[in-house]
């Protein structure tokens, strides 16, 4: 049985139930976990080891010599049932009538995974990581985005840090080693570059000294314009924008209107593409990672539309428009968000792929692809938010997944006691005092229903996860270890930073209000010792079992193009790569390698 790696020689190469600086070996995680309960999970399914096939040698024998160059493109949030619809995105898809034909025509030639996933909480900051560091989310200690509850001051005042790789730990309390680090470790003159439409991820290797080039809509070389403001219901590629249906709510909601004034912050992907063009043409990194940040955006800010049957014509529809069709098709809403047409939704995910087109085609012309592996991946998947169909109805939804009140009007803790931080599909929960209320809150928050609207069925809206279920695992949620860092909470006795003493993960896309004091991904500055919420604000969010689903790829010269219908997850793209490249991951990673499986 494989096990994880901890900074062995050769990554991905584990050993079978042996000792050895390449693996943890079974007696020493016994000795860590517990025998009574890690032997049976260590049996069958710690962070998916059972299902690591033994390692075979590449298939893709056409090409002799390897390349030389890793380019990680991200399109965060991009659920890979986007990829299955048509060109109308109402039905299944085929050959010439796909809705994201760039993104289908990379994958002819790569070998695709369909069925990977991302770590639970499924977010943005800890899956950027894991695809490049080989982690589960458990084994970095980052479990939120862009701020992190670190602790609690004199005054019991919480203490949001902005998240960094600084701080971030493995479970033996080593620095989180990444690609980028093993780079420059094995070619110190190389450049390795980090192109983000989300400048606080990139950001987060700023002090590591290990990406010479931080390019964001804030950061960026000279010869990389400033951003342009972008209308998510009517990007630039849509050439019917006049004639789709779109809400109000949608032109108009907070998080619209927050992102559409800052575009430094909210680059669209098209300036993602003529950034990364432009510094391949300048500075031709050896390594880089391009994130694609639209999909995302779109998503908070006017909803998603992944599955063709959860749609629905509008109670009032629009008024028709002069000089145009009108047809009853283009005018459909959400079945979760009545206020939510899907039209403009779909727009936006085909300027995306028109965006990734333009930058495989830059690159191909410039001759990078031809000395390259491209890595596309997708941190997180995104649903649309639970909404009613008027202000009562969503008020009662709000009032139903409110779930600090609940713990605090059921007198399980104080408002000085308990501190909630989360938002969209995920939660995080910490008793600073009276953590004995803990299996009490958890057995509150589990007997709760509230009746769905979509299905006008009673349920319970989340799945709720406790300290134990974090380390040993909760069937159908998360696995041993996912969610449970090791070296903070028992080694370090939360010295350093706090860990929550629940998870909440939403269910069915039930939406979980913003508590906690970092707005800052949202470019909403929020005052020092301010601590905000109940705010509902996203149209469309993630964080949930529900936006785990992930695309994933790997394309080199010379490989003819397969799919593989193996479950695999984000961390394997790292372990991978550093196998194809002679990389040396130093910390532990969870991930396997995969090289075994391209064609």
Request: with cysteine; charged share 20%.
């Amino acid at each position: 049985m494989p096990h994880r790696n901890e900074g062995s020689a050769t990554p991905g190469d584990h050993t079978d139930g042996r000792t050895g600086e390449g693996s943890v070996s079974r007696r020493r995680f016994i000795q860590t976990a517990g025998a009574s309960v890690a032997g049976v999970a260590f049996g069958s399914q710690l962070l998916y080891a059972a299902r690591t096939p033994k390692k075979k040698k590449p298939k893709n024998a056409k090409n002799k010599s390897q390349p030389t160059k890793l380019i990680y493109i991200a399109i965060d949030a991009l659920h890979p049932a986007y990829l299955e619809l048509n060109a109308n995105g109402d039905g299944p898809g085929s050959p010439g009538d796909w809705l994201m034909p760039k993104v289908r025509d990379f994958l002819t030639g790569a070998t695709w995974f369909p069925n990977a996933k991302d770590y639970l909480p499924a977010a943005t900051d800890m899956n950027h990581v894991n695809a490049i560091a080989g982690t589960s989310s458990g084994q970095t200690g980052i479990i939120s985005v862009s701020t992190q509850l670190m602790g609690w001051d004199s005054a019991g005042e919480p203490i949001p840090s902005q998240i960094t790789m600084d701080w971030a730990r493995d479970d033996l309390g080593r620095p989180v080693d990444t690609l980028f680090h093993a780079w420059k470790r094995k070619s110190p003159s190389a450049t390795t570059a980090f192109i983000s439409g989300k400048g606080w991820v990139a950001e987060m290797f700023r002090n590591q000294g290990v990406v010479d080039l931080i390019v964001t809509g804030s950061s960026r070389p000279s010869y990389v314009p400033e951003p342009e403001s972008h209308d998510y219901c009517d990007p630039p590629t849509d050439d019917d924008a006049y004639c789709d249906a779109e809400s109000a709510f949608q032109k108009f909601n907070v998080i619209s209107l927050a992102m559409r004034a800052k575009p430094r912050q909210f680059p669209p992907d098209s300036w993602v593409v003529d950034a990364a063009l432009a510094v391949y043409q300048q500075a031709s990194p050896d390594m880089s990672y391009i994130l694609l940040a639209q999909v995302d955006d779109t998503g908070h800010a006017i909803g998603a539309t992944w599955d063709a049957a959860a749609r629905a014509e509008p109670d009032c529809p629009p008024l028709p428009k002069l000089f145009c069709d009108n047809d009853p098709a283009d005018q459909l809403v959400t079945t979760a968000n009545p206020r939510l047409y899907v039209e403009p939704i779909l727009d936006a995910i085909r300027d995306t792929d028109i965006q990734f087109g333009r930058l495989i085609e830059g690159l191909s012309a410039q001759g990078v692809l031809d000395d390259a592996t491209v890595m596309l991946v997708s941190d997180h998947a995104m649903v649309t938010l639970l909404r009613g169909p008027d202000m009562e109805r969503q008020c009662e939804l709000q009032a139903a997944t409110d779930y600090y009140q609940l713990i605090i009007d059921a007198g399980l803790g104080t408002k000085e006691t308990v501190t909630p931080f989360s938002a969209c599909g995920f939660a995080m929960v910490y008793w600073r005092a009276g953590k004995e209320q803990v299996p009490l809150a958890k057995q509150l928050l589990e007997a709760h229903t509230a009746v769905n609207p979509e299905t006008g069925q009673a349920e319970c809206p989340w799945f709720i996860v406790d300290r134990a279920e974090m380390k040993y695992g909760k069937d159908g949620v998360c696995l041993p270890g996912e969610l449970y860092h090791q070296w903070f909470i028992e080694t370090d006795a939360e010295q350093t930073m706090v860990w929550p003493d629940l998870f909440v993960f939403a269910k069915n896309g039930w939406e979980i209000p913003v508590y906690g004091a970092g707005l800052g991904n949202l470019g909403i500055s929020v005052p020092d010792g301010v601590f905000i919420g109940p705010l509902y604000l996203f149209p469309g969010g993630h964080g949930s079992l529900d936006t785990q689903p992930i695309v994933m790829a790997i394309r080199r010269p010379g490989m003819t193009g397969s799919t593989s219908s193996r479950e695999v997850r984000i961390a394997d793209l790292a372990v991978t790569a550093a196998d194809l490249y002679g990389l040396q991951l130093q910390s532990t990673t969870v991930g396997e390698n995969l090289s075994g499986e391209l064609s």
